[in-house]
């Protein structure tokens, strides 16, 4: 659980460093931009440490998919941006897929390794050897 908890705040910290590049990205301020790449590193860290835990495309699709959806919800409440019927909807399958995936990935442990390969064996595969 703790791991998908950490792909929803990357998730949410993609959504405000992609909102502070709307702002601030021609801005000449350094604060801003210093916010903007902390945003940007304690969201893939947080990305990183989640994939310790869920399988990589899950994890990566997530993580993209919150900070697709907030970024357009940010727009449309912050920035006036407009949001068609049709983005809407397609927005409401971004997030339907996200679920989806949330309730079909099991969690591993983070400590677990890779599985190893299957030794091989020289000779016949079928274990009809005579």
């Known amino acids: 659980m703790l791991a998908w908890i950490l792909l929803v705040i990357a998730g949410l910290l993609e959504v405000v460093w992609a909102s502070m590049l709307k702002q601030y990205g021609s801005s000449t301020r350094v604060w801003p931009w210093v916010a903007t790449l902390a945003a940007m590193i304690v969201s893939f860290a947080l ?3 989640a994939m310790k835990s869920l399988p990589l495309g899950v994890a990566y699709t997530v993580w993209v ?3 697709a959806v907030g970024a357009v919800l940010v727009g449309v409440a912050l920035l006036g941006e407009k949001l068609s019927a049709v983005q809407a909807v397609s927005l409401l399958l971004i997030v339907l897929g996200i679920v989806g995936l949330k309730l079909s990935t099991p969690t591993k442990p983070a400590s677990a390794s890779p599985p190893a390969a299957a030794p091989s064996q020289s000779g016949p595969q079928d ?4």
């Not at 274990?127 to 005579?130: E, Q």
């Open 127 to 130: 274990g009809n050897a005579p």
């Open 65 to 67: 998919g919150i900070g």
């Open 47 to 49: 990305l990183s440490e």
